[in-house]
């Protein structure tokens, strides 16, 4: 069965630094795959979503890219902000929506 | 705004007392979906609805039920709550007309806590 490996638990970057998160999947490339953020003790918010003929998607400070060949995406904030503390969850189309573990943004003043 | 509501947010109940989490939606979504998400875990797809079809994924237990009485309300029923069924527990909309769920973005509640003693 598919799995999804985020590179990290946690991640902590200085304020204005470019944030990258690490999606990889072990099987066949989703079709789409999508890009979530959860704070604590919140339900997830959807951010991005890239499909397999695309390589980039940007939307703001976001960028999503997808590569099937190394089966990976990578998730990037620039100038990121203390704001953008939270967990980054990616999901992959298997049917539904199987999500990854996520990874603990957290940015430093 | 349209939204998706989860009520109660915390829920507290004993060792296998049944107990029913709801949720609400205003935005006409056709799929509904229930997740299990504990601490620090990925959210676990339950079941889904399409429209008034009912999908329940393989390895959810028996323990777990649902019911959708019309397009805005959907239930989550949990018959003899375990310790081990202490979670976050998750609802999420969306709208889809290709059959194939995974293709839209999720539109997700805030959650309803459960402890159970």
């Known amino acids: 069965s598919q799995k999804i490996e985020q590179n990290s638990e946690a991640l902590n970057i200085q304020e204005g630094k470019t944030a990258t998160l690490t999606c990889n999947y072990t099987?066949?490339?989703?079709?789409?795959l999508q890009w979530y953020r959860q704070d604590p003790g919140r339900g997830p918010v959807f951010l991005l979503l890239?499909?397999?003929?695309?390589k980039e998607k940007r939307k703001e400070r976001l960028k999503v890219t997808f590569d099937t060949t190394l089966k990976q995406s990578l998730f990037h904030i620039t100038a990121s902000q203390p704001a953008d503390s939270a967990t980054y969850l990616c999901?992959?189309?298997?049917?539904?929506?199987?999500f990854g573990k996520g990874t603990k943004l957290s940015v430093k003043p | 705004d349209a939204m998706v509501i989860q009520n109660p947010r915390y829920q507290v109940t004993q060792f296998g007392k049944p107990v029913t989490l709801s949720c609400s939606q205003t935005?006409?979504?056709?799929?509904m979906y229930w997740y299990q998400q504990k601490s620090s875990q990925a959210p676990k797809l339950l079941f889904h609805?399409?429209?008034?079809?009912?999908?329940n994924e393989a390895d959810t237990p028996d323990n777990f039920q649902s019911r959708r009485p019309n397009t805005s309300f959907c239930f989550l029923d949990i018959r003899s709550p375990g310790l081990g069924d202490a979670a976050m527990y998750l609802c999420?909309?969306?709208?889809?007309?290709?059959?194939?769920?995974?293709?839209?973005?999720?539109?997700f509640g805030p959650g309803t806590r459960l402890t159970v003693l």
């Open positions: 999901a992959l189309s298997q049917g539904n929506l199987i």
């Open positions: 609805y399409y429209d008034k079809d009912f999908n």
């Open positions: 890239i499909r397999e003929n695309e």
């Open positions: 935005l006409n979504h056709n799929v």
């Open positions: 099987n066949y490339s989703p079709a789409y």
């Open positions: 999420a909309t969306s709208r889809d007309s290709t059959g194939t769920s995974a293709y839209n973005e999720q539109f």
